[in-house]
């Protein structure tokens, strides 16, 4: 699958878990190129939709696309439903989402050097979990296998 972005480029968008099939899908850039050039492809950002995740949930548990495609949304509605409540969300070792209130200050406008009054608002906080953190500083080390399920300290069987 691809998916285009706003400047016209198109990036696929078919990631392959080690060991599972690319079900004939076509093959990333880094295929084919020699190391440096692949583990800098490897690297490169890529807009994943919902619809992408769904079909990939789907596809590893066995599921319908459209009901997995539904539970995701009705979780995501559930979360901006809680925040916009007020309440804290946490989900160990992802993160925790929960609103806090910016005091209204005063900014500067950098074209006119003109002070500009900010009201007050309320947004929303994300702090990062162990698990993504660990994930997401090895992106930096090279280590870019995007794990599944199996990366949590389990024994192999």
Do not use: Y
Request: zero cysteines.
């Amino acid at each position: 699958m691809t998916a285009s972005s706003g400047s016209g480029n198109t990036v696929n968008t078919n990631i392959s878990n080690s060991g599972a099939s690319n079900n004939g899908s076509p093959t990333t850039a880094a295929d084919g190129a020699d190391s440096a050039s692949a583990s800098h492809a490897a690297r490169a950002r890529e807009t994943i939709a919902k619809r992408t995740i769904a079909e990939r949930i789907a596809e590893r548990h066995g599921l319908g696309q459209v009901q997995t495609l539904q539970v995701i949304q009705a979780f995501l509605d559930e979360v901006v439903d809680e925040l916009a409540k007020g309440n804290r969300l946490e989900f160990r070792d992802f993160g925790v989402f929960e609103t806090v209130t910016r005091k209204a200050r005063t900014a500067l406008n950098p074209k006119t050097l003109e002070k500009v009054p900010v009201k007050s608002r309320t947004v929303v906080k994300f702090k990062v979990g162990r698990l993504l953190k660990e994930k997401v500083e090895n992106l930096s080390h090279g280590d870019s296998h995007g794990g599944a399920q199996g990366d949590r300290n389990v024994a192999p069987t």
